[in-house]
């Protein structure tokens, strides 16, 4: 079974410009998570989206957006971009639902460099 | 909500000694906990897990965890650990409806030398 591919894997912007960052399941996975990691403020949650809904949402301002698609890939895009939005950005799939235990399966997450 | 600590935030070890790397919660409700390990320039990677039953959780890589349900604690072992055991470590936790988003505690970055 292949994992959750996350692409690209490393990207550089400057300041003001906008990112968009994809994210592939695990064949059969409805839900699709996207966490933060910067060194100084670890893991935060950015947002969950569960059949093409968003069904959690962290505490980032409106500048960070994602969606969903039917086939359960996942995009998430920062616009206006700040040097502070220099992080990795980590996606991970789950099946979501009914018998769930909450386990996330984590893709290799994308390094995004703002100048 | 659900927070987690992590209470040391680098642990140094030589090779084939023991480890513990701490971990305490706080939830309201009754919760799954995780704990992953992540090496450079990759994601995470799930070690072991507990949902229910025996408090001792064996994982990969000769890693287990105890639940101690009194003390909100899962703290992670490793009775031997080698080189390749370098990494950060980051708990977490989940409420155990399982349709709740992980929360993660800071991270521990294991440093194990020769």
């Known amino acids: 079974k292949a994992g959750v591919t996350q692409t690209p894997r490393y990207l550089i912007k400057t300041r003001g410009q906008q990112v968009t960052l994809s994210c592939s399941p695990i064949?059969?996975?409805?839900?699709v998570s996207w966490y933060q990691q910067t060194p100084g403020q670890g893991l935060q949650f950015l947002f969950e989206?569960?059949?093409?809904?968003?069904?959690n949402k962290g505490n980032f301002p409106g500048r960070f957006s994602g969606r969903q698609f039917s086939n359960s890939r996942s995009e998430m895009n920062v616009s206006t971009l700040e040097l502070g939005d220099s992080a990795l950005y980590l996606c991970?799939?789950?099946?979501?639902?009914?018998?769930?235990?909450?386990?996330?399966?984590f893709g290799e997450g994308s390094r995004l460099t703002v100048l | 909500a659900q927070s987690v600590t992590q209470l040391d935030s680098q642990v140094p070890v030589f090779e084939e000694a023991p480890v513990e790397l701490r971990c305490n919660y706080s939830?309201?409700?009754?919760?799954?906990l995780f704990w992953y390990v992540q090496y450079p320039n990759q994601g995470l990677q799930l070690l072991l897990k507990?949902?229910?039953?025996?408090?001792l959780v064996k994982g990969i890589n000769g890693f287990e965890a105890e639940f101690n349900k009194s003390q909100t604690s899962f703290h992670l072992r490793k009775p031997s650990v080698h080189i390749s055991d370098t990494a950060e470590y980051f708990c977490?936790?989940?409420?155990?409806?399982?349709?709740?988003?992980?929360?993660f505690g800071k991270g521990t970055m294991l440093l194990v030398s020769p």
């Open positions: 939830s309201s409700v009754s919760v799954y």
């Open positions: 064949s059969g996975h409805r839900s």
């Open positions: 989206y569960f059949s093409e809904t968003q069904r």
């Open positions: 991970a799939s789950s099946l979501g639902d009914r018998g769930n235990t909450g386990e996330l399966f």
């Open positions: 507990y949902l229910s039953g025996s408090t």
């Open positions: 977490a936790v989940t409420p155990n409806s399982g349709y709740s988003t992980l929360t």
